[in-house]
């Protein structure tokens, strides 16, 4: 599926933000690029960076509210580093060998590497914000620090929990960064702490929307385009969405079943398709597609509450649309 228009607009400035950021003839400063998809592990070009949702998002807002995006750079550099710092150490605790297709950071350089170069990029991230503003810098790091504690609620995760639970930690984790995003373009637009209240609302609803197809991708997805194989998640025994929804749902031979799998010690490629069949009967499934369409619908609602432009809501109903239907 090719990127909405609204992710491809700021592409290139961020994309060259990025690499002037993370200049520099230190070994990790090479790791860095090699993250974001601007160089091989040889070093030499490549365009492979991801789809800057976060930072797309930052610009979007700043130029819907008549801001200026040249000098809402820095914000939106801050937090596609932030991201970017978050999945280095996130491929590190969940042992993840692959991240779009490639290596990840840890299982070339090590893991002792991959944490220096998370470090290092979390610094990078602080110090992109702080240009952009002292507002800004305490901004992300709040939700910085929320991200992480979602992170530690996932790994704490062990026992059945429900969809209350699961969307506590959905709002910290994937859901925090993404309000940052729209709240950092409202700050650096200068805009009234209501509607900065209300675009925050519009990223609470898109992040529950985001990790719920990632969870979905996480089981159903393309090998080829995750850059996993189908059932990943099932082989990771994570408890996301649709294990949730199966738990909560799941009596007799099904619960068993779930339990089972769940509590080996290496989980097989019959297992995963014996999940996967008791996912898809029990409806799993079918929740998380309608969970995704109603989170992207409110979110539709709130937009009505942003001055957004005849353009803007093209192209934010465009990456609705994308981001309902994604495959990667």
């Keep these: 599926m090719n990127l909405p228009r609204l992710l491809l607009r700021y592409r290139a400035l961020i994309t060259e933000g990025l690499a002037k950021t993370l200049h520099g003839e230190s070994s990790l400063h090479a790791i860095l690029r090699y993250h974001v998809g601007l160089e091989d592990s040889q070093g030499k070009p490549i365009e492979g960076v991801g789809k800057l949702l976060r930072p797309s998002l930052v610009l979007f807002v700043v130029e819907e509210l008549c801001g200026d995006v040249e000098k809402a750079l820095p914000g939106a550099l801050s937090i596609e580093l932030t991201h970017n710092f978050s999945l280095i150490h996130d491929d590190i605790e969940d042992r993840d060998l692959m991240r779009r297709g490639r290596p990840t950071v840890w299982s070339l350089y090590g893991v002792e590497q991959g944490i220096n170069a998370g470090d290092l990029m979390q610094a990078m991230a602080m ?3 702080l240009i952009a503003g002292r507002a800004e810098a305490k901004a992300l790091s709040e939700a910085t620090a929320e991200m992480i504690e979602g992170q530690g609620l996932d790994l704490e995760f062990e026992e059945e929990i429900g969809i209350s ?3 506590e930690m959905v709002d910290k984790k994937t859901g925090a960064l993404i309000r940052c995003a729209f709240r950092l373009g409202a700050l650096l637009a200068g805009a009234s702490p209501i509607l900065e209240q209300t675009l925050m609302a519009v990223g609470q609803e898109f992040g529950r929307a985001f990790q719920i197809r990632d969870d ?3 089981i159903w997805g393309d090998g080829v385009q995750t850059g996993k194989p189908q059932g990943s998640d099932i082989r990771q025994k994570k408890k996301t ?3 949730t929804v199966a738990l909560a749902r799941a009596v007799g031979e ?7 799998i769940y509590g080996k010690e290496e989980v097989t490629d019959t297992d995963v398709g014996r999940v996967i069949a008791v996912l898809e009967k029990l409806g799993a499934k079918d929740v998380g597609e309608k969970m995704v369409t109603d989170h992207l619908s409110h979110a539709n609602e709130k937009l009505r509450n942003v001055p ?4 803007g809501k093209e192209e934010m109903n465009e990456l609705i649309d994308y981001l309902a239907r994604r495959e990667r």
């Design 165 to 167: 639970h699961y969307l």
């Design 127 to 129: 110090s992109q914000a």
């Design 308 to 311: 957004l432009s005849a353009r």
């Design 241 to 243: 969405l649709p294990i």
């Design 216 to 218: 979905l991708l996480g």
């Design 254 to 260: 099904e619960y068993t079943i779930l339990h089972q």
